[in-house]
């Protein structure tokens, strides 16, 4: 059974996957730090728009409430798991290079079991923080 974060994610997207489990963990994290979210939080997410990679950007929307229709979510296409928060002030949260590759790799086996691990992981493991 998934946590219930997961089953709305999976909702919200379509499918659940590895790469929109980071992206929420990747929100949920900024809105953290910043002590920001919707209205207040603006994210650029450099994945662009080409799956799975992309699929990133749904779960920063969902965590985030930053969103397509308020203007204060945009893509580039630079095709890399980063994005850059501005709240008070700026962040840049990477995805790790080890995330990266088990996303990548696990993506093609089961969608699901790649999004539980990286939902299991800590933001330590995860993510590079700067800002």
Same mark, same amino acid.
């Given at each position: 059974m998934l946590p219930p974060e997961l089953e709305r994610l999976k909702s919200f997207h379509?499918?659940?996957g590895p790469y929109a489990a980071a992206g929420y963990r990747m929100g949920m994290l900024a809105c953290?730090?910043?002590c920001a979210r919707g %209205? %207040?939080?603006?994210a650029e997410?450099?994945?662009? $728009?080409? @799956? @799975?990679i992309s699929c990133m950007i749904d779960g920063i929307q969902l965590s985030s409430s930053c969103t397509l229709g308020k203007?204060? /979510? +945009?893509? +580039?296409?630079e095709g890399i798991p980063?994005? $850059?928060?501005k709240g008070e002030r700026e962040l840049i949260i990477s995805l %790790?290079?080890?995330?990266h590759e088990i996303a990548k790799n696990m993506q093609k086996e089961d969608e699901e079991a790649a999004a539980l %691990? /990286?939902?299991?992981? +800590?933001?330590?493991?995860l993510f590079e923080v700067k800002g």
């Open positions: 379509g499918h659940l953290k730090l910043l %209205k %207040k939080l603006r997410v450099k994945t662009g $728009i080409s @799956p @799975p203007g204060n /979510i +945009t893509a +580039t296409d980063e994005a $850059i928060f %790790k290079e080890n995330a %691990k /990286i939902w299991e992981m +800590t933001d330590e493991e």
